[in-house]
């Protein structure tokens, strides 16, 4: 049996739609700037030859149905909509068909930003952590398999808050498609059972406040929920 100087971390783990059986998260990868619109309405151009990515750590996932507090060090969170991807099979340098049979299943996702700390993060060139990885800042909800979700093409991905619609599109108005992603994704690791991916938000992502409740659908998935709670 190993001895630990201290207790590790517990495994943060989603359920999945009509099982016992929980998920557990390993590594969260997230694709940058892959709505055109989301893209424009940021001040970016788009890049239609590849994806990139950024990363949350584990501790950064909050179960659907919870309370975020307000992530400390920032005056000014957003919240981004997100179709995410759980893989199920191991892979590396795949090609896309390959790589579409990887997929576990598909669920809601939440992408908080600490917009201030980003862009400021921006503004010197230095990396975005502070303003994308934080405690709680991947609200993430229920999975729901692969082969009960069907293809991924036209489905509506919406986000309300406090009952109004925020953000509203389809995921086929993604620039790069979900293999796609897994593919190129592969190309730098070694991706697992465990690994998910957070694939983009739609135009419409805005500032959040103490007191709000955020509701975020995707056709033929559980939703999304979380209020955003006092800072701590």
């Known amino acids: 049996m190993t001895e630990y100087l201290f207790e590790p971390p517990k495994q943060p783990s989603l359920a999945v739609e009509g099982e016992v059986a929980r998920y557990p998260v390993g590594r969260i990868f997230c694709v940058g700037r892959n709505y055109a619109a989301h893209a424009a309405e940021m001040g970016n151009e788009v890049d239609r030859e590849a994806p990139f990515y950024f990363t949350k750590s584990p501790h950064a996932v909050l179960e659907s149905g919870g309370v975020l507090p307000y992530p400390p060090g920032s005056q000014d969170v957003h919240h981004e909509m997100e179709c995410v991807v759980a893989l199920g099979a191991s892979v590396f340098k795949v090609d896309e068909a390959e790589a579409a049979g990887a997929v576990f299943g598909y669920g809601c996702g939440l992408d ?50 406090n009952g109004e619609t925020r953000q509203e599109a389809r995921l086929s108005d993604m620039i790069h498609g979900i293999s796609a992603i897994i593919a190129n994704l592969s190309l730098y690791y070694h991706l697992q059972p465990g690994d998910l991916i957070m694939t983009g938000t739609p135009a419409g992502v805005g500032p959040v406040a103490v007191g709000d409740h955020l509701v975020g659908e995707i056709e033929g998935l559980a939703p999304v929920r979380v209020a955003i709670g006092a800072a701590e």
Do not use: H, N
């Open 112 to 161: 908080m930003t600490r917009r201030d700390l980003q862009q400021a993060a921006k503004d010197k060139r230095r990396p975005w952590d502070l303003g994308k990885d934080g405690e709680g800042m991947a609200v993430l909800g229920p999975l729901t398999r692969a082969e009960v979700v069907g293809p991924i093409g036209g489905q509506a991905i919406r986000l309300e808050v």
